[in-house]
């Protein structure tokens, strides 16, 4: 008579194998899904516009003689677009005591346009990569001057989520 060995293994090798090889899998499969953002919140993610200062208009003060600023054109470099209703800029000058002053499409007394776009209360204008946006900073009318040689940094934001879309700074010219 023979004996037999009895094994005190509890599961067969096999078996055992295959157990890592699930739980391998599943841990590469929750790594991807959280490094991917499939479990994001689905929101969509803020807008960027990438923005180059074009012609700056300057005009003479007659009560300083000094160069002051009268407008700005900005160029849509690329990035999104994005309704000019959604937008404002806010300018501060470093001779001005860090007084920041906002402009937007959406305030009727303030004159943001994209050039070559007719807007009206019916029609949304939006500002595509290619486009110039102009804003009109009416010195003589509000009380700020960016005049020369003053540094203006500029920032657009975004009304609806309050993100920056967009900053640079430019210099006001000594001379028209």
């Known amino acids: 008579m023979k004996l037999k060995k ?16 699930v739980i391998t899998v599943v841990i590469a499969a929750v790594i991807t899904v959280f490094s991917s953002g499939l479990l994001a919140d689905g929101g969509t993610s803020d807008p960027v516009m990438l923005l180059e200062v074009g012609n700056i208009e ?52 303030d004159d943001v346009v994209v050039l070559g776009k007719a807007s009206s209360p019916d029609t949304i204008v939006v500002v595509e990569p290619g486009d110039v946006i102009k804003v009109m900073l009416p010195y003589h009318i509000f ?15 975004n009304t609806r989520t309050d993100a920056t ?3 640079g700074v430019f210099v006001v010219p000594e001379k028209i």
Not at 69 to 89: A, M, Q, R, T, Y
Not at 143 to 157: M, N
């Open 6 to 21: 009895k094994s005190e293994d509890a599961v067969s090798p096999v078996v055992g194998i295959m157990l890592m090889v």
């Open 58 to 109: 300057v005009e003479i003060d007659s009560a300083t003689s000094s160069y002051v600023v009268s407008s700005v054109e900005f160029i849509h470099k690329g990035g999104d677009s994005i309704p000019l209703n959604d937008v404002e800029f806010s300018f501060v000058a470093s001779r001005s005591g860090a007084v920041t002053n906002h402009y937007s499409a959406a305030d009727p007394e």
């Open 143 to 157: 009380d700020h001057k960016y005049s020369s040689p003053s540094k203006v940094t500029w920032t657009l934001y």
């Open 165 to 167: 879309l967009s900053t």
